[in-house]
């Protein structure tokens, strides 16, 4: 069966520091792959999606990146972090550009002072 | 641009009621609608919804899409303490699943004992 790991679990950072969260998927090739951001009194909002190794769409304009270097391998980074980039960061798989269920690991909690 | 708008936004009611939670969907090119399930972290896939009129049951919980008027219902019966939770509503970006899921805002349901 398929299970994807995120971590960390929390973190809690300064303004102005980098970032890096990691999220892989086992038991699977070829997944897409998500990250989504939900902020205090806000839905899910998408942020990147994967197909492939080294090929990233961005949904929103920021100042996090992301990026997919192993197959079951996904990244999401910044260089400076802002207040406004505190909330819960979820990582997301589906089986192929088919299948609109997603499955969502269990979440990095950041918080930006 | 596609939109999801649930309601009620929270929704506080006795062990053993029944609750009905509402989401309605604007998108440009209907493929499916999804609700999901989010007590502390990750949410949780729950059913996934393509066919107008046709339920969809698992246990107390129920789902019904109506593709003509937009929107979907999900229904919890006999509830319990277990079923407090955010429940999210989603439908895939306009590129299909692969392009993400946009979500509702979800509704806060808590159930008292």
């Known amino acids: 069966s398929q299970t994807i790991h995120q971590w960390p679990a929390t973190l809690v950072q300064p303004v102005g520091s980098p970032l890096s969260l990691e999220c892989t998927v086992e038991?699977?090739?070829?997944?897409?792959l998500y990250w989504y951001r939900q902020a205090a009194g806000r839905g899910l909002q998408l942020l990147f999606y994967s197909i492939g190794i080294g090929q990233i769409s961005s949904e929103v304009p920021q100042n996090l990146s992301a990026s997919r270097p192993q197959d079951r391998q996904f990244i999401l980074s910044s260089k400076k972090l802002l207040l406004s980039d505190s909330g819960f960061y979820l990582c997301?798989?589906?089986?192929?550009?088919?299948?609109?269920?997603?499955?969502f690991g269990p979440g990095t909690r950041l918080t930006v002072l | 641009e596609d939109k999801v708008v649930q309601s009620p936004l929270s929704l506080v009611v006795h062990e053993g009621d029944t609750v009905t939670l509402n989401c309605s969907y604007e998108v440009t090119n209907f493929r499916s609608l999804l609700w999901y399930k989010q007590e502390k972290k990750a949410p949780t896939f729950l059913f996934m919804l393509t066919s107008s009129g046709i339920e969809k049951k698992s246990g107390r919980l129920s789902s019904i899409l109506d593709k003509k008027e937009l929107f979907s219902i999900l229904n919890i019966t006999a509830t319990q303490t277990g079923d407090s939770a955010i429940y999210l509503c989603?439908?895939?970006?306009?590129?299909?699943?692969?392009?993400?899921?946009?979500f509702g805002k979800g509704t806060h349901l808590i159930i008292q004992p």
């Open positions: 038991g699977t090739s070829n997944p897409n």
């Open positions: 989603a439908v895939p970006l306009v590129g299909g699943g692969a392009d993400g899921l946009t």
């Open positions: 997301a798989w589906t089986r192929d550009r088919l299948t609109d269920t997603q499955y």
